[in-house]
C-alpha cells in the first residue's frame, strides 16, 4: 500500500521559515516526479513546486518563487519543501504528491498525480 506522509506544518508569523517533509513508502518514486500542492479555504488546490526524479527539472509557481525550495533524497523516498519569507496568503493545507509514472516531465495539473499525502496545515499569522 503506497503511503505519502507529510509533517512539519503549524504556525509561524510573518516573515519566517517553516520546512516540510513528505515520506513515501509501499513504493519507490526515485523515478518519478513528486510534488507540492496547497489548497487555501474556499479555493481549489494549486501547484507550488514539483521536481523531477533526477532534480533537473523544478519548477515552482509564480507565487512562491524566489521563497521556496522544494529538494529529494531518493534514497529515502522523501521530498522536502523548504518555505521562506512566509506570507499570510501562504496559509493553506500543503498536500504532497507523487507521480505514477517513470518519467522527467513536472506537472502542475493535480490529475497528473496518482498518489496524495493527507496533508499538513500551514499558517502564517500576520
Known amino acids: 500500500q503506497v503511503q505519502l506522509v507529510e509533517s512539519g506544518g503549524g504556525l509561524v508569523q510573518a516573515g519566517g521559515s517553516l520546512s516540510l517533509s513528505c515520506a513515501a513508502s509501499g513504493r519507490s518514486f526515485s523515478s518519478s516526479t513528486m510534488g507540492w500542492f496547497r489548497q487555501a479555504p474556499g479555493k481549489e488546490r494549486e501547484f507550488a513546486a514539483g521536481m523531477s526524479w533526477t532534480g533537473g527539472t523544478i519548477y515552482y509557481a509564480d507565487s512562491v518563487k524566489g521563497r521556496f525550495t522544494i529538494s529529494r533524497d531518493n534514497a529515502k523516498n522523501t521530498v522536502y519543501l523548504k518555505m521562506n519569507s512566509l506570507k499570510p496568503e501562504d496559509t493553506a493545507v500543503y498536500y504532497c504528491?507523487?507521480?505514477?509514472?517513470?518519467?522527467?516531465?513536472?506537472?502542475?495539473?493535480?490529475?497528473?498525480?496518482?498518489?496524495w499525502g493527507q496533508g499538513t496545515q500551514v499558517t502564517v499569522s500576520s
Open positions: 504528491a507523487a507521480d505514477r509514472r517513470i518519467s522527467s516531465v513536472v506537472y502542475s495539473n493535480p490529475a497528473d498525480y496518482e498518489y
